[in-house]
């Protein structure tokens, strides 16, 4: 069936370190990808999305590129914050949208 | 817009009682989803529904779930009777349509529920 690959958290960092955190997923047909994140006690929001082969996703500084020859959608920031720490999940959507486990991203000043 | 709006936010029951978490859409949004989030499980989706109807309840744990529509902006997640392994974060969910999986779901702030 259909599924999501992340990268095991947490991903520490310093504050304006390049952040990469990676996708993989396993689909049949063409899903959507996208990056959701998830703030302390708080719902998932959409950060970001691309719904064919090679679109680009981008918002607040980051970006992720749709790879169909390698199946993956990672997840790119050049300068990250201390508001950018979170959980970020990527998912795929056919039917339903698939969550992969979610990375963990801690950035100290 | 006021977003996805979920309530209770926080309960805590006793194992046996039925709890009722319920959910309004974003008005104008056909498709809602529930979700659970558990640090051993991660997200799980239990159900959804679009123009009120349930489409997939494959994910739903066991028959003590049930989730209703009656209308396009109000949902109910049922268990009855509860157990202390239904202790989780349960979210609410919407989108315009189910749109062959491009619409973007916005999520509720989540009910985070306690089974004792």
């Known amino acids: 069936g259909d599924s999501v690959t992340q990268m095991e958290g947490p991903v520490t960092l310093s504050e304006e370190a390049f952040l990469t955190i990676n996708c993989t997923y396993t689909?049949?047909?063409?899903?959507?990808l996208f990056w959701y994140v998830q703030y302390p006690g708080e719902g998932l929001q959409l950060l970001l999305k691309?719904?064919?082969?090679?679109d680009k996703g981008s918002n607040k500084g980051f970006e992720a590129t749709y790879r169909k020859e390698t199946t993956s959608f990672h997840l790119e920031k050049g300068s990250v914050q201390v508001s950018d720490s979170a959980v970020y999940f990527c998912?795929?959507?056919?039917?339903?949208?698939?969550f992969g486990t979610g990375t963990r991203l801690q950035v100290f000043p | 817009d006021a977003g996805v709006i979920q309530s209770p936010r926080h309960e805590v029951t006793e194992m046996g009682q039925e709890v009722t978490l319920r959910c309004k859409p974003i008005?104008?949004?056909?498709?809602l989803f529930w979700y659970r989030q558990t640090m051993m499980r991660g997200l799980e989706l239990l159900i959804y529904?679009?123009?009120?109807?349930?489409?997939?309840d494959s994910g739903m744990p066991e028959d003590r779930f049930s989730a209703k529509m009656p209308n396009a902006s109000f949902s109910t997640l049922k268990i009855q009777p509860s157990e202390p392994r239904d202790s989780a974060v349960y979210f609410c969910?919407?989108?315009?349509?189910?749109?062959?999986?491009?619409?973007?779901?916005?999520f509720g702030p989540g009910t985070r529920l306690l089974v004792l």
């Open positions: 969910a919407s989108s315009p349509s189910l749109a062959g999986g491009e619409e973007t779901q916005y």
């Open positions: 689909a049949t047909g063409y899903p959507s």
């Open positions: 691309a719904t064919k082969a090679d």
């Open positions: 998912a795929l959507n056919t039917d339903k949208l698939i």
């Open positions: 008005s104008g949004h056909n498709s």
């Open positions: 529904f679009n123009n009120n109807v349930p489409i997939d």
